[in-house]
């Protein structure tokens, strides 16, 4: 159980464009989703965190009208990368928290890399 | 803001041999929590910790939570070479329910 998928799981765009990278929770009800942002060979670097029916709230840095998140329902988290550059080229990850709340566990997605050229 | 820090950055050991990452948070943390990333992969969930001078294991690992509630290490006996990939650990303050993960280390078995 717990299982959290991402789509797509890779993803090459070009300068300019926006892309959008859905989170499923698929066999629970996820109250709150993460976002994170993982460069290479480094640890992963929280961006925002989603409840179901309000704003996303964003980490300091993070510029909220580049990196939109919409989540419509308690099981669907996005993350839509706006008028992506080469340097938003990463691997975006995200996570998700049951609900009801047990023991902060979070339940991690395989993840999405980006490649912006 | 809140800063987890985690030592050392890479391990190199020969399979059989101990491995010990660390992992300091530069305030008090309501619990803390353990993931292991293998190369191309994503963070699975190892354990979580609460209690203060709390210590769990599960079987070659070994994980323990300081009596101040900022540190944390995780132990593991006589790797393998399964254990190859990146360990974090990541940290919840009071009053919030994120995590800020570690640094991390990345282990490297060598047969």
């Known amino acids: 159980g717990a299982v959290v998928s991402q789509h797509p799981s890779w993803v090459i765009c070009k300068s300019g464009t926006s892309v959008k990278i859905e989170c499923r929770s698929l066999?629970?009800?996820?109250?709150?989703m993460f976002w994170y942002r993982q460069f290479p060979k480094q640890s992963l670097m929280l961006m925002a965190t989603?409840?179901?029916?309000?704003?996303?709230?964003?980490e300091q840095g993070v510029e909220k009208d580049k990196f939109l998140i919409n989540h419509a329902s308690l099981t669907l988290s996005t993350l839509t990368v706006t008028s992506a550059h080469p340097e938003d080229s990463s691997f975006y990850i995200c996570?998700?928290?049951?609900?009801?709340?047990?023991?902060?566990?979070?339940?991690f997605g395989p993840g999405t890399r980006l490649t912006v050229t | 803001g809140q800063q987890v820090m985690q030592i050392p950055q890479y391990q190199h050991v020969q399979e059989g041999e101990d491995f010990t990452t660390y992992c300091n948070s530069s305030?008090?943390?309501?619990?803390i929590q353990w993931y292991k990333q293998r190369p191309g992969g994503h963070p699975v969930f190892l354990i979580q910790?609460?209690?203060?001078?709390e210590v769990k294991k599960q079987k070659r690992l070994t994980f323990q939570f300081g009596e101040a509630k900022k540190n944390s290490s995780l132990h593991i006996t006589a790797t393998q070479t399964t254990d190859v990939g990146t360990y974090f650990c990541?940290?919840?303050?009071?009053?919030?329910?994120?995590?800020?993960f570690g640094t991390g280390t990345r282990l490297k078995v060598l047969a």
């Open positions: 305030t008090t943390l309501s619990n």
């Open positions: 066999d629970f009800q996820a109250t709150t």
């Open positions: 910790l609460v209690k203060s001078g």
């Open positions: 989603s409840n179901e029916g309000s704003k996303a709230t964003y």
């Open positions: 990541a940290g919840r303050g009071s009053g919030t329910y994120k995590y800020i």
């Open positions: 996570s998700a928290r049951e609900r009801p709340i047990t023991s902060y566990e979070q339940y």
